[in-house]
């Protein structure tokens, strides 16, 4: 059997759209004020897209920064891999459409659905094919236009969600280079399925004039149940991850976890022992970006100067299925 070889990130891409949706201008849409919003979530502001704006947009802007900084072409990228629950469409799969605007010609690869937990199962995706030697850069990005499916007269999830992207370079570690891919754990539990869902749209029940009323094609949501359920997985895979490596929360430089409210963030650090200073929180400027928070939350640790080369950190994630990731790694891209 060929011994796995090192992953690592090399470079680090984000992209948020410019317009500004503020819990001011949501007090003038619907029944909300800012201090509500601020006080469940931690929201002050997110960012949306303009009419015509896709996923694909979102995710090119972000491998485009990539390749500007690590100074590659297009054409070395072997794969792309793109967690999105907002395809620009069905079909063909958004690493298509991405794969074409970069120029990356003779790339492959697909999308993966699993909601805001998609950047860290993309992204160990990335790491497999590295690890085993089939490929040398890996493009992982996460990218979701979650404007497109938010009913905004539900102010259950209108506001929650904002758009964005980021995308990791995922590429061999030299011989004894320490800043690699740990561990991960992932896990899935279908009985969460009715918990947080789009229902219409799909072979059970195709797009017409009903589901249009009945206003299936936007995101629904049991506040309740995923509250519950994210709070207790966040910080059981978490810590599960860590005991399984010898470490505890107090070993960790940084904790960037997925952004959907700051309660089950802050949550979840507790149980780990994280002090508030390691533990990375954006969720107040971007809202819930979906396969979009981990990577624009690594951005802004990096703008803090908290995540540096060599930085030992934890990134954990639930999404709607329910689906559930933790992953543990030494931060490879220089500063």
Known sequence: MTPLVGAKITALGTYVPPRLLTNDDLEKMVDTTND??????????????????????LAFEAANAILKQRGIAPTE?????????????????????????????GAWGFDVSAACSGFLFTLQTAVQFVQTGAHKKVLAIGADVMSSIINYED??????????????????????????????????DGSGGCSLYM??????????????????HYVHQDGQAV???????MAEVSEKLLQRNGLTGHDLDLFIPHQANRRIIMSAAERLGMPEDKVVINIGEYGNTTAGTIPLAMGTAREQGKLKKGSLV??????AGFTVGATLLRWGAED
């Open 314 to 319: 934890l990134l954990a994630s639930v999404g």
């Open 155 to 188: 102010r259950a999830t209108c506001v929650i969600f904002g758009d964005g992207a980021g995308a990791v370079l995922v590429e061999p570690a030299e011989d004894g280079d320490p800043n690699v891919f740990i561990d991960y754990i992932h896990e899935i």
């Open 77 to 105: 990228i072997e794969t792309i891999l793109v967690a999105t629950v907002t395809p620009d469409m069905l079909f063909p799969s958004t690493a298509c459409l991405v794969q074409e605007k970069l120029g990356a010609k």
């Open 227 to 233: 509250f519950k359920y994210a709070v207790r997985k």
């Open 36 to 57: 509500w919003i601020l006080e469940r979530t931690g929201i002050r502001e997110r960012h949306i897209v303009d009419k015509g704006v896709a996923s694909s947009d």
């Open 199 to 216: 229902p219409a749209g799909g072979s059970k029940h195709p797009s017409s004039h009903e589901t249009v009323d009945k206003k299936m």
